[in-house]
């Protein structure tokens, strides 16, 4: 489904968008760092945001535009995050929308802009501006990997993806970046992801889908419990694809629903699998709980013990430590009802350890990819979580980023 | 107040109290691995115990046995968790009681257990019989210092301290063993701590006493934000300083309270200091909330979070870490109300960065204890959370610690 043209593609992929990223200056390493992704013509915006209270200037700007319902453009930086920036911040944050609006000859209402890097730093405007100016020259449909690689910080790589869904008897595509490695945790996005889509679609039906799948896709991730103050998912949808708008949640909607999830899918478990330092990665399914939201804590409880995580990093199936972070997860569970599974083989059964056979784990535990599988054995719910192990390479990232 | 000789004295500081601690060959090093606490006489007991619904059998026999409201002894070991380990381990829990209360001349519902160490595992049975054998025969006045090293598994050293106080004219003693370094964090004690006095006292005082102070300091205390199956605190008064007996809330009672509160607070802040891979101890102390619960809720939010963990750790002052988990600690907050200190040095005021002298916040980083000063300008209410960093060290020992 995800083939590698379509990574090249990226958010260029989708008919009537462009991209590019270049060298701005404002990354010390002297990395891309200023990415604009532009559409031909006006597109319907959805967007779900941090609910850090200490929300970063670009996301209080941005969540204006969004509020619209129509964008054209959305300018991101990396190095720089623009958070506890107070007013300052702000005029910076619009300035960005000003700069490429004049570029870009949209309305300045029509920007979105990201931020993500240093926290408490003003932005460099002189060298945002010629950023913006020189993006802008650049755009082009190959420029989704640059834009890409612009907006990364920590990431050991950038996320993207690309594909298409026929609706109503017409190609749509979809494409997206999205950035993501520290500060990774639930409730929000918890990173930038940015996603076009030539599909036409009412704003409401794309608000309210990118609202519920972000449920369940980005906000399933755990890298280190921390939440931004930078995150955002936008999707812009310009109807290029020339598909009898969908207006309603008919079987149009389901497809690009289903289409849509997917790729939000597909970025959240990329995320997930290269958080800071990670070398595993990991997949918390939890069910038989009474509802969703119960699954979803017993998995973060888990996804977030930097016991459990470190046992992993070390390969060791210390399944005492799995049932432990159940146990004081806050959600009621039985240990007698309980089953866990790493991969396939049941290592805690009934309030007690299993019998397994050590080879077979010890091939599970070795793998770069493990599934730890929690029954409850209490309901009919379930919930997914993806994390990853947390390393001597995650301290040396954070313990040696300084400001 | 806590000197090195009472240091020596610990549990057997208090009158009628002796201790011991031997090797039985439960922890695979050969190290001391049993303690016995004994009171040559009937004693009130009160105890405080995890919330984690996956509790170990001795939580679930010693609650019976404070429960009853006396007790004579305690029995611990170091090296198997006795977690995990189905009606098999509640039997072995059992029996401890059952050997020690034979060996002591008591009623075994007069004698706690606890253990600590690998999660799944049973109780060597045989080994723990004679260890107890053992540890009863070389109970003495001198003998805390060996219990306090029977009961410590990750820990660097064991943590104790011994004090007096004046009460009704009586000198009331108090000592103190306790462990705890790694699967620590609110919502119970979190490690092993047991303590003895000579006060008299009436149990339900003692209970109460005990239930309120843990909130304001074993409570208060996060490693890692994993709770663990066995955590405990055990206070035995067994009236031996001949004070008339606590029995309201007048100054005898406040004298005792106070004085707990400080032994309390003293090893609360030990267990953070020698977390698991500690190079720094980390007093986070939130003042101007609305309530305790929000004061701390914002201090264990900035606790728990790995990124500003590792941040003190490289000794860098990245306060957008701090205010960035204060933001998202669920806890109302508005950022142009909130200071944050590092120190005595604001680093973050109303929004913004503050300019700072970077020679002097060098030397604060640089310290072993470091303030993390948190005012959020909203009501009256202070709450101190202590913790520890997070380093290359506690990776290392919880990857390498196998099952």
Chains 1, 2 share one sequence.
Request: glycine share 10%; with cysteine.
């Amino acid at each position: 489904m995800f083939s590698e043209q379509h990574k090249l593609a990226g958010v260029a992929h989708p008919l009537g968008f462009t991209a590019a990223g270049v060298r701005a200056g404002i990354k010390k390493s002297g990395n891309l760092d200023v990415a604009v992704i532009y559409s031909d013509r006006p597109a319907a915006v959805a967007g779900v945001f941090t609910k850090n209270q200490v929300a970063a200037a670009p996301i209080r700007v941005s969540k204006v535009i969004v509020g619209t319902g129509n964008a054209r453009a959305i300018v991101a930086n990396a190095g720089c995050a623009n958070a506890c920036t107070g007013e300052q911040g702000l005029r910076d944050a619009e300035k960005m929308c000003e700069i490429a609006a004049h570029e870009l000859n949209c309305h300045d209402n029509e920007v979105i802009v990201a931020s993500t890097g240093v926290i408490g730093v003003h932005l460099p405007m002189d060298k945002m501006e010629s950023g913006i100016k020189a993006a802008v020259k650049e755009l082009s449909r190959d420029g989704s990997v640059n834009a890409g690689n612009a907006i990364i910080t920590t990431d050991t790589y950038s996320k993207t993806c690309a594909t298409e869904v026929e609706i109503g008897g017409k190609e749509v595509r979809f494409g997206v970046i999205a950035k993501g490695s520290g500060m990774i945790r639930p409730d929000m996005a918890t990173m930038l992801c940015f996603i076009t889509t030539d599909a036409s679609i009412d704003q409401k039906l794309l608000q309210t889908a990118l609202s519920e799948i972000n449920e369940v896709t980005f906000n399933m991730i755990s890298v280190d419990g921390d939440m931004s103050t930078n995150d955002m998912v936008v999707v812009l949808a310009n109807g290029a694809a020339d598909n009898k708008k969908i207006v309603d949640k008919g079987e149009d909607y389901q497809k690009f629903y289903d289409t849509l999830k997917s790729v939000c899918t597909e970025l959240s478990k990329r995320i997930a699998a290269d958080g800071e330092g990670a070398s595993k990665f990991l997949t918390v399914h939890v069910h038989g709980a009474e509802s969703f939201v119960d699954a979803k804590r017993v998995g973060m409880s888990v996804a977030n013990s930097p016991l459990v995580k470190t046992a992993f990093f070390g390969e060791d199936p210390n399944w005492g430590r799995v049932i432990c972070a159940v146990g004081y997860s806050g959600v009621k569970m039985s240990p007698e009802k309980t089953i866990v599974k790493f991969g396939d083989i049941p290592v805690y059964a009934h309030s007690v350890g299993a019998e397994y056979d050590a080879d077979a784990l010890k091939k599970v535990m070795a793998a770069h990819d493990i599934v730890i599988d929690i029954d409850l054995g209490e309901g009919d719910s379930e919930a997914t979580v993806w994390t990853c192990d947390l390393s001597y390479e995650y301290v040396k990232i954070n313990g040696e980023y300084h400001t």
